[in-house]
């Protein structure tokens, strides 16, 4: 479902000539359609508005009572902010409900299996930007911004569908796609030294407690936490009863994991509680155990033949899994998230880790009572009884296993164990009001504790008066380690909406600079300049006393447009020729000298930094950015919500163009 690729992270751009075969046709989800999940994005939707709304009046109450020196005011709005605090519990508990629906992400087969716990999306408002990026078109880029109305409607349109993408591999392509859209959009308008006034809205997506910033990094993490919640709804959904479903789930919960991990390690001060530090860091330790509890699903497929070894590993495979949800369960009970995380979350990782520790001690006990009598040769005997005691943290005590009898107390003991282990398992899920909804957890953990329950009474004897065995617990251990993969952000191509404003190392929102008209004359020693390089045409050198020192050219200048006609994305050899074709009329000539040369690379929240093409083919072919793989992105906001940008930053020398130069 979901094609395995590396972690490089690079943004190709195509060429505008292709961009008619490639521009994005993803849409969004019609939230108008009733599906069970666009019911429930909408419900969520809602009442994070109802919580916006109860906030700002708690606030504006507090401010009241504060403000104020009547006591009787005071009275008043002590009651309301009662009232309101009532409304904004009773809200919050209902989105969290919400937020804890896992039977609306759940695999639609008909087979039964434990239930995954899936991440809802967050919300964004729709922002209109047409006014902001115009005036910075017309301001910074001299240009009439009434040309990019297209552009400005299509990444809007972008944006737009993104806010609902669909539960599948389209649906991460189109969040994909926006997230590298944002790169380009960060090199064109987010300049340091001003800000667009463009207020980003999302909403936590268990709380629904609102964040705005004016951070386009905080844009960008909202985007990319999407990403992972949207692989955790797709792990969620699979038939895990086949071996493709497990390993489609497996991926799933793998990539999610990257993209938790990826946003811990690169963002820093979180406005929202879902993408700080400790609830990244429990996301990641969810995703991994769902991950081995898939690898566990996996070998439990084959124990129905009653193999020693088959047995023996999926005994200590569903060791592992309740180890690994146990860690997930510290994880929850931090001070940070006690209080943050649902409820429903915490009881159904309690449930799975009784659960599984109950699946450990029966397999155990069925690789005791019901395999094959021990082979006739002692090397095999010796092997088995070997395993059989490796199984556990410790050894039986005075129990020998080349016994049947001491094996079937042994075996009754771990039965023992499963059974208080599965009875745990189903009180916690009586307890939570959100499991006791879901049926086919209760079928589970039901089926399951019958089978140990009918494997006891198969065993018992009534006149067994031997003394009590103690069964030690068993040893955890896997085949397949989680591998957790890291977002890859080249699998989506995506073009530069804004790429006519012009090559980006040069017509960025970091450069400044002074755009001239100049008339060049062909004097007896010819123009009297040197080009050099690419999109756009260096000036490397002025004759002195000659002519385009004379029309006011300059070492550096670039030449954007030639007798009226823009050259900003033209070849050396295009602009070569057509200053080649000047006549005794002269030429006219537009250049642009910059003032402040700075071409960052990039890294608050961007997967890559950029590094443009110098070859005049791939210029013209492509307009192609590549990023390079090793940067990260790392944001923080000012006072006032503006982001503090880092990075590295560089100048890049003429020394760049050599690849193709000229002299007139």
Not at 62 to 67: D, I, P, S, T, V
Not at 259 to 284: G, I, R
Not at 431 to 437: A, E, F, G
Not at 491 to 498: E, M, P, S
């Amino acid at each position: 479902m979901m094609s395995d690729s590396g972690s490089d992270e690079d943004i190709t751009a195509l060429t505008a000539e292709d961009r008619g075969s490639t521009e994005s046709v993803r849409k969004g989800c019609d939230p108008l359609i009733s599906t069970q999940r666009s019911k429930l994005q909408q419900r969520r939707a809602k009442l994070n508005q109802q919580i916006n709304r109860e906030l700002r009046l708690r606030s504006g109450a507090e401010n009241l009572y504060r403000a104020s020196g009547n006591q009787k005011v005071k009275e008043t709005v002590a009651l309301e902010l009662s009232f309101v605090n009532s409304n904004l519990q009773l809200l919050k508990e209902e989105l969290e409900e919400l937020n804890s629906s896992m039977n609306v992400y759940q695999t639609e087969s008909e087979t039964v299996s434990v239930p995954m716990i899936p991440l809802g999306l967050k919300e964004t408002k729709e922002i209109d930007m047409t006014v902001p990026l115009q005036d910075f078109i017309s301001e910074h880029y001299s240009e009439d911004a009434s040309l990019y109305l297209n552009e400005i409607r299509d990444f809007m349109e972008l944006r737009q569908a993104m806010r609902t993408p669909s539960r599948n591999e389209a649906g991460l392509e189109l969040l994909t796609e926006y997230f590298n859209q944002l790169y380009f959009l960060d090199q064109r308008f987010f300049s340091p030294h001003r800000s667009l006034g463009i207020h980003f809205h999302w909403y936590d997506s268990l709380t629904g407690v609102p964040s705005v910033q004016r951070a386009l990094a905080f844009e960008k993490g909202s985007v990319l936490f999407n990403i992972g919640a949207l692989y955790t709804q797709i792990g969620a959904r699979q038939d895990r009863s086949t071996l493709t479903g497990i390993q489609n789930a497996i991926d799933a919960f793998q990539r999610a994991a990257g993209a938790f991990l990826y946003l811990q390690e690169n963002f820093s001060h979180a406005p929202s509680l879902d993408m700080s530090s400790p609830a990244l860091s429990m996301l990641v330790r969810l995703m991994v155990a769902q991950v081995q509890e898939c690898v566990c699903e996996k070998v439990l497929l084959n124990t129905q033949d009653n193999n020693l070894n088959v047995l023996l590993q999926a005994a200590q495979e569903a060791a592992r899994v309740s180890d690994v949800y146990s860690l997930v369960l510290q994880a929850m009970s931090v001070p940070l998230l006690k209080d943050y995380v649902p409820f429903s979350w915490i009881s159904m990782v309690q449930v799975k880790t009784h659960h599984f520790r109950a699946l450990a001690h029966y397999y155990t006990a069925v690789a005791l009572c019901d395999c094959p009598g021990m082979s006739d040769e002692d090397d095999d005997e010796g092997q088995q009884i070997k395993a059989l005691i490796q199984i556990h943290t410790r050894r039986p005590d005075k129990l020998d296993l080349h016994d049947p009898e001491d094996k079937r107390r042994l075996g009754k003991a771990h039965l023992r164990k499963a059974i208080i282990r599965h009875e745990e398992a189903l009180r916690l899920h009586g307890v939570c009001k959100m499991l006791r909804k879901m049926d086919i957890l209760q079928e589970v953990l039901s089926h399951a504790h019958a089978c140990s329950l009918e494997k006891y009474s198969d065993i018992d004897q009534e006149d067994d008066f031997c003394e009590v065995a103690e069964a030690p617990e068993i040893q955890s251990h896997t085949q397949q380690k989680p591998d957790i993969k890291t977002p890859d952000f080249s699998g989506v191509r995506v073009t530069d909406i804004f790429h006519r404003l012009g090559p980006l190392s040069v017509f960025s929102a970091r450069n400044r600079w002074v755009r001239r008209h100049a008339c060049l004359l062909r004097g007896e020693a010819g123009l009297g300049l040197t080009l050099r390089g690419d999109s756009p045409v260096l000036v490397a050198g002025v004759l002195p006393g000659g002519c385009a020192a004379e029309a006011g050219l300059r070492e550096g200048d670039y030449i954007v447009a030639v007798n009226g006609a823009d050259c900003r994305w033209a070849e050396h050899a295009e602009v070569v020729h057509a200053l080649k074709s000047c006549t005794e009329r002269g030429l006219e000539l537009d250049v642009i000298t910059i003032q402040s040369y700075e071409v960052e690379r990039r890294t608050n929240l961007s997967p890559t930094a950029e590094k443009e093409c110098q070859s005049g083919s791939q210029r013209r072919a492509g307009r192609e950015y590549e990023r390079g793989s090793s940067s990260l992105w790392n944001w923080s906001w000012r006072s006032g919500g503006a982001s503090k940008r880092l990075g590295n930053t560089f100048s890049l020398s003429f020394g760049n163009f050599r690849e193709s130069e000229s002299m007139f």
